[in-house]
């Protein structure tokens, strides 16, 4: 507590509205702090996979030729993440029969692309060629640990994690011969993750994107809360389940599922528990009912490539993923409550990626400067009349005339422009911003920024750089056109002038015409009386003097 003299001005010691000011302060600090942690506990955390602007560059890359491959299963992190293009279905007998590569690139502004082209002679038996994907993790098979233990460690029990949501926002612009998106997860009996799954582990994959049907191994459908592109829709997902080495269920979606997407993991997780014990499920010493007390070692973002039953066959996939976001919220909270928490917090902290290029054109712009010389010349005529007999009269008689020429001086300027092109891909829309600005401030440049709203192109690269170019030259027709329309309002002001000068010019010739007229009829006046007076002057004086 502060006291008189010390912390308080001495104004204000022992003033009533002073301490009921303290004391309101310390309630609104409180309340603050309160609606602070509340809000945090509501939200939940979550995580940025991607974009991934420091990891520009890296590659996980696989490659076939002449019968024999290499990098067919190569993790590479980015961040809390790895990237891996896993091209595992030509592995252990069927390099041979492969020719071409499979590619995942962290892009600018850390937008991963991932692109597979490649021809197989023959093919697998499961009919699936790759799984490009994003981990989170502990994934089996001994894969490097990718992930951020502050945030969310695996592996860990089912049982003792939060409600988990996945959402991203990806483009496909080629699918050849087929493809999915999905998530997909491993749960196992204990947290080894360098071994490989078995009797009792339970995979779970939800695929929101499927090009192909399974039905021979379909059991049932279910219906389930997805958001997609910030709505809620309720979506049917077929139920595919196959015994392996572990058991492998699967929620396939019956309609595509495109741009922002949000899944709720623990809620099919939940569904698969439904499924299995529904079914009487029990191996490897797990029961449905165990399947909360089994470790969730990683989580996987991907798309698998489905190769077709005939040979030989041609594969062409390409697809980019803009935004990944791993979202936590208490199990308390819904799934619609949380697939929204989780889309607003991915729109409100992921900026859109941006790549620049500069293109540099040279224009030049003529402008004409008008500069105005006034010469004045005058001229003097004088002329004396004398009359002897009485008086002399001097008369002075002076003319000025004043021309005025005008001289046009037609000065060139070349100005250099710089048109700058934004492009922001990923997410929608995707924006095109064009920049110009001037090298040479001689002559004044308006600065325009225009911009283009679109959804998603087949080729970013290409129609993006041709609207660019196209809006750069659209704005340099205005500049001229504009500088075109200055000079031509310069000329009209100069006309003007022009008639206003001819016109005082004409009046000034005017007032001294006139003026000489009153002085000659003046001087006619004055020779008469002059002539007068001499005539009185000889005849002597008149009979009435």
Same mark, same amino acid.
């Given at each position: 507590?502060?006291?008189?003299?010390?912390?308080?001005? #001495?104004?204000?010691?022992?003033?009533?509205?002073?301490?009921?000011?303290?004391?309101? @302060?310390?309630?609104?600090?409180?309340?603050?702090?309160?609606?602070?942690?509340?809000?945090?506990?509501?939200?939940?955390?979550?995580?940025?996979?991607?974009?991934?602007?420091?990891?520009?560059?890296?590659?996980?890359?696989?490659?076939? /030729?002449?019968? /024999?491959?290499?990098?067919?299963?190569?993790?590479?992190?980015? @961040?809390?993440?790895?990237?891996?293009?896993?091209?595992?279905?030509?592995?252990? @007998?069927?390099?041979?029969?492969? /020719?071409?590569?499979? &590619?995942?690139?962290?892009?600018?502004?850390?937008?991963?692309?991932?692109?597979?082209?490649?021809?197989?002679?023959?093919?697998?038996?499961?009919? %699936?060629?790759?799984?490009?994907?994003?981990?989170?993790?502990?994934?089996?098979?001994?894969?490097?640990?990718?992930?951020?233990?502050?945030?969310?460690?695996?592996?860990?029990?089912?049982?003792?994690?939060?409600?988990?949501?996945?959402?991203?926002?990806?483009?496909?612009?080629?699918?050849?011969? @087929?493809?999915?998106?999905?998530?997909? *997860?491993?749960?196992?009996?204990?947290?080894?993750?360098?071994?490989?799954?078995?009797?009792?582990?339970?995979?779970?994959?939800?695929?929101? &994107?499927?090009?192909? $049907?399974?039905?021979?191994?379909?059991?049932?459908?279910? =219906?389930?809360?997805?958001?997609?592109?910030?709505?809620?829709?309720?979506?049917?997902?077929?139920?595919?389940?196959?015994?392996?080495?572990?058991?492998?269920? #699967?929620? #396939?979606?019956? !309609?595509?599922?495109?741009?922002?997407?949000?899944?709720?993991?623990?809620?099919?997780?939940?569904?698969? $528990?439904?499924?299995?014990?529904?079914?009487?499920? *029990?191996?490897?010493?797990?029961?449905?009912?165990?399947?909360?007390?089994?470790?969730?070692?990683?989580?996987?973002?991907?798309? !698998?490539?489905?190769?077709?039953?005939?040979?030989?066959?041609?594969?062409?996939? !390409?697809?980019?993923?803009?935004?990944?976001?791993?979202?936590?919220?208490?199990? *308390?909270?819904?799934?619609?409550?949380?697939? &929204?928490?989780?889309?607003?917090?991915?729109?409100?902290?992921?900026?859109?990626?941006?790549?620049?290029?500069?293109?540099?054109?040279?224009?030049?712009?003529?402008?004409?400067?008008?500069?105005?010389?006034?010469?004045?010349?005058?001229?003097?005529?004088? #002329?004396?009349?004398?009359?002897?007999?009485?008086?002399?009269?001097?008369?002075?008689?002076?003319? =000025?005339? =004043?021309?005025?020429?005008?001289?046009?001086?037609?000065?060139?300027?070349?100005?250099?422009?710089?048109?700058?092109?934004?492009?922001?891909?990923?997410?929608?829309?995707?924006?095109?911003?064009?920049?110009?600005?001037?090298?040479?401030?001689?002559?004044? %440049?308006?600065?325009?920024?225009?911009?283009?709203?679109?959804?998603?192109?087949?080729?970013?690269?290409?129609?993006?750089?041709?609207?660019?170019?196209?809006?750069?030259?659209?704005?340099?027709?205005?500049?001229?056109?504009?500088? %075109?329309?200055?000079? %031509?309002?310069?000329?009209?002001?100069?006309?003007?002038?022009?008639?206003?000068?001819?016109?005082?010019?004409?009046?000034?010739?005017?007032?001294? $015409?006139?003026?000489?007229?009153?002085?000659?009829?003046?001087?006619?006046?004055?020779?008469?009386?002059?002539?007068?007076?001499? /005539?009185?002057?000889?005849?002597?004086?008149?009979?009435?003097?």
């Amino acid at each position: 507590m502060a006291t008189c003299g010390k912390r308080l001005p #001495k104004k204000r010691c022992g003033s009533e509205l002073w301490r009921e000011h303290q004391s309101y @302060g310390g309630m609104v600090r409180s309340l603050v702090l309160v609606v602070v942690v509340a809000a945090a506990l509501a939200h939940g955390g979550w995580l940025q996979v991607l974009p991934a602007p420091g990891h520009v560059g890296a590659v996980s890359e696989a490659s076939c /030729s002449g019968g /024999s491959c290499k990098g067919l299963y190569n993790p590479v992190y980015i @961040g809390p993440a790895c990237i891996n293009v896993e091209v595992w279905g030509i592995r252990g @007998g069927l390099e041979w029969a492969a /020719s071409g590569g499979a &590619r995942m690139t962290v892009k600018s502004g850390g937008v991963l692309h991932a692109v597979s082209r490649c021809r197989l002679a023959a093919v697998p038996s499961h009919h %699936i060629l790759a799984y490009h994907e994003v981990i989170y993790g502990a994934r089996p098979w001994g894969v490097p640990v990718c992930q951020d233990e502050s945030f969310l460690a695996l592996p860990a029990k089912m049982s003792s994690l939060p409600r988990i949501v996945v959402v991203f926002n990806y483009t496909v612009l080629r699918t050849r011969p @087929g493809i999915t998106m999905s998530v997909d *997860s491993w749960l196992f009996k204990d947290d080894n993750h360098y071994r490989g799954p078995q009797a009792g582990d339970v995979e779970v994959l939800v695929e929101v &994107r499927a090009d192909f $049907k399974e039905d021979y191994a379909k059991i049932g459908a279910v =219906t389930a809360p997805v958001l997609v592109n910030g709505r809620v829709r309720y979506v049917t997902f077929d139920v595919i389940l196959y015994e392996l080495d572990w058991t492998f269920i #699967k929620f #396939k979606t019956q !309609e595509e599922l495109s741009g922002v997407v949000a899944v709720d993991f623990t809620y099919f997780v939940d569904r698969a $528990k439904e499924v299995l014990w529904s079914r009487g499920w *029990s191996r490897g010493g797990t029961t449905a009912d165990a399947i909360d007390s089994l470790y969730l070692m990683s989580l996987e973002l991907g798309t !698998e490539i489905y190769t077709g039953t005939t040979a030989p066959v041609d594969v062409d996939v !390409e697809w980019y993923m803009y935004r990944y976001h791993i979202h936590t919220e208490p199990r *308390s909270v819904s799934t619609e409550q949380a697939l &929204r928490n989780a889309y607003n917090a991915m729109m409100q902290a992921t900026a859109p990626p941006t790549t620049t290029k500069t293109a540099t054109s040279t224009v030049t712009v003529t402008r004409t400067i008008t500069a105005t010389t006034t010469e004045t010349r005058t001229a003097t005529a004088t #002329k004396t009349v004398t009359a002897t007999e009485t008086k002399t009269v001097t008369t002075t008689t002076t003319q =000025t005339a =004043t021309a005025t020429v005008t001289k046009t001086v037609p000065i060139t300027e070349t100005v250099t422009l710089t048109s700058t092109v934004t492009e922001t891909a990923g997410g929608a829309p995707l924006v095109t911003t064009v920049t110009v600005t001037a090298a040479t401030p001689a002559v004044q %440049i308006v600065y325009v920024t225009s911009t283009i709203y679109g959804n998603q192109v087949a080729s970013p690269q290409n129609a993006v750089g041709d609207a660019a170019w196209m809006l750069a030259a659209a704005f340099v027709t205005l500049c001229i056109v504009a500088r %075109i329309m200055r000079v %031509i309002s310069q000329v009209l002001d100069l006309a003007q002038d022009v008639v206003t000068v001819l016109r005082h010019v004409a009046e000034a010739l005017f007032l001294k $015409k006139r003026s000489r007229y009153t002085t000659r009829r003046d001087y006619r006046q004055s020779r008469r009386q002059v002539s007068k007076t001499a /005539s009185r002057g000889l005849r002597g004086p008149s009979r009435g003097s």
